[in-house]
């Protein structure tokens, strides 16, 4: 198992090479200049106007040469593969006086509570139901959590949010439609969107596959030998089925990361996509870069767990 667990720390190494790559050349690859300052447009209650004092060439200069923008790509890519390497994410391009470690440091928990808290849902609503389902094929609660499941799965969760926050939160008034920090309330509507998905996809594909092991050999002699039914799916069945759903676990975690960013923005949560979406207008690569890397270790650290889960409860992967 050391062993194992190594060789998948060593991988994580190019892995994460690849996608800082992939990252500051498609960030570079749009163009654009993260000190442009205006004039701008923007739109106020007159109409269009401009907004913004005009920056002088020479400030802009400065600018550039004070975060070495004005160096050659490769001198530019090394010296921000030495900062990750030394834990430095460098400053931010378009929020003054701020670093990308703090901004992550300061917004990050929130996103996180977030898709944890949704994740949390997911498991602990869609593995009973699936399991519940899969015991009674073919009954109304069957076919009620097919529907539900299939509604689930192929809602948008931008529609589910809105439909939440106008029928409980405005019309029955009984949860707050915005906000985070201040209750639980607050944190009720934007986790149970965010977990509809996954809840759903844990539920139907537990289903599946606890259908399909009871009908497995191994399962038809454990009933000969005049085992219970709860022994059977608790001890024989269920271990095996649960497989497939770990399989799936972390790539679906990342998925709700991700998704958390529209979540975030509906319901006005003060999470890292607030400044990840801003970060993108404005060109600030380092901030870009930096939320990139710490969610590329995050997906590569639950991949590794689900690897671990794979060889503790799948005999065979030990063997081999």
Known sequence: MAGFILRRLLWAIPTLWVVLTIVFF?????????????PLLGLSNAGWV??????????????????????????QYGNYLKGVVTLDLGPSLSFRYMRVTDIIREMAPRSFELVLLAFAWAILVGIPV???????????????????????????SFLVATLLIYYVSVKLALLPTSGWDDGWQNKVLPTLTLSLVPMAYFARLLRGTLLETLESD????????????????????????????????????????TGSFII???????????????????????VVMGVTIVLAVLIICLNLLVDIAHHMLDPRLREA
Request: aromatic residues 10%; positive net charge; glycine residues 10%.
């Open 50 to 75: 401009k907004y913004g004092d005009p920056q002088p060439p020479a400030i802009r200069r400065n600018q550039r040469e004070k975060y070495g923008l004005d160096l050659p790509w490769y001198q």
């Open 26 to 38: 498609m960030m570079r690859s749009i163009g654009g200049d993260p000190f442009r300052h205006g």
């Open 218 to 257: 191994y399962v038809r002699m454990a009933r000969a030998k005049g085992l219970s039914r709860r022994r059977i799916v608790g001890v024989h069945a269920l271990k095996n089925s649960l497989l497939p759903m770990i399989t799936v676990a972390g790539p679906m975690f990342g998925a709700m990361v």
């Open 264 to 286: 975030e923005n509906i319901f006005a949560i003060p999470g890292i996509s607030k400044y990840f979406v801003a970060s993108v207008i404005a060109r600030d690569y380092m």
């Open 130 to 156: 699936g399991i519940l389902a899969a015991l009674r094929p073919g009954s109304a609660f069957d076919y009620a959590v097919r529907v539900l499941t299939g509604l689930g799965m192929s809602l948008p």
